[in-house]
């Protein structure tokens, strides 16, 4: 291509309209939400369409059990407590995930412990190895972008040393390592219907297990303590109200019967952009497993090559393609890194402890760049548009 003057500098832009709004929804949401309107039953005590939702999802799964929760964040704290982590135990998390893997931790006083990701920025189980101490109780292991990190591992790992293995799936909702959907491949997982998740209910959680007595652990949590078929008032544990709501639980139905339909067009879309992105000098697809049978495609990731990183700010890349209508951007910063995660484990242990992260911290700082799941709900003429904005600003550099 030539060299095109950029829309920063007073160019022609690549794109001027939109890409796919989210979220999609239609006669669907309003008739299911209309009849939990007329019902009179809008909590979450009485169970009908969170009921049916939640056998939905767990066959969706593969999970034996899910119980639905008030959002994904409470979600990682209930799985936690279930599986018995407790104040001042240790919990190894990825570096590079939204920041409610640590905070969920820190919420019940457990201490995040960060082990590096690999370049596909999913937990590497080396560093997890590496990040075992006496004071280790579980293991996170975060399926970010929708891509499963490598369970065959962290089982091995979680088994040899005793650790619960919970997953934290919240981008991962349909996604499958070796043919498995993620979520019951270690102990817990939990899943978050965030509005801006692959399936939402404006907000939610899910926890899915395959084991009943953890199941029932993470009920009694979620519902005051209270146990199956107990009386009203007979609170066996300590528990909380993190109910899901019937009126949720009619969108997430809703939102769940366009799941499957959605992934492959977000799959169609990646694989699109693959195929493109490989074609221009100095950028390229994140790289993957080939044990990730389905991938969520929550963000479609990719990265500036090490040898050009001296020459291009991601900022100034970042800046430039949003002018010329690419709504690409910078991801998250890694949370060993966040002051206020690094002030309250200080607070817990006494001193600032957190390991240096160089592959999460790399990515975050020069390499990586992220497009959302609704950029991929596009046209194979947007995911054109996307690559020639790509290819028209990488231009400017050369
Ligand atoms: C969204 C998200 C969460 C938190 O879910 P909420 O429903 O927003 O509380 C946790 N972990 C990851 C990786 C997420 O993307």
Known sequence: MQKLRLAVDGGSPVRTHPFPEWPIFGELEEKLLLETVRSGNWGGVNPDKIKSF???????????????????????????????????????MPPYTFIATATAALLIGAIPVFADVDESMLIDPDKVEAAITPATKAIIAVHIAGAPANMTR????????????????????AAKWEDQGVGALGDLGTFSLQSSKNL?????????SNDEELAEHVWSIHNCGRIRNGKWYQHERIGWNFRFSEVQAALALAQLSRVEEQMEIRQRSANDLDERLRLIEGIHPVKYDSRITKHA?????????????????????????????????????????????IDRIRKLVGEAKTNNCPVAERASDHELLWLHQNVLLGSERDMEDIANGIDKVMQSYL
């Open 200 to 208: 939402n209910s404006g907000e939610g959680g899910v926890i899915v």
């Open 297 to 341: 495609n929550h963000l479609y990731m990719f990265k500036l090559d090490r040898d050009v990183m001296d020459n291009i700010v991601k900022e100034d890349f970042i800046r430039k393609l949003n002018a010329e209508g690419i709504p690409v951007t910078a991801g998250y910063v890694p949370l060993n890194k966040n002051a206020a995660v």
């Open 54 to 92: 939640e056998e939905k999802f767990a066959c969706l799964q593969d999970a034996k059990y899910a119980i639905t929760v008030n959002n994904g964040t409470v979600a990682i704290s209930i799985a936690l407590l279930a599986a018995g982590v407790d104040a001042g135990d240790e919990v190894i």
């Open 154 to 173: 962290l089982r091995e790992i979680a088994k040899t040393h005793k650790l619960s293995l919970i997953e934290d799936a919240a981008q991962a909702v």
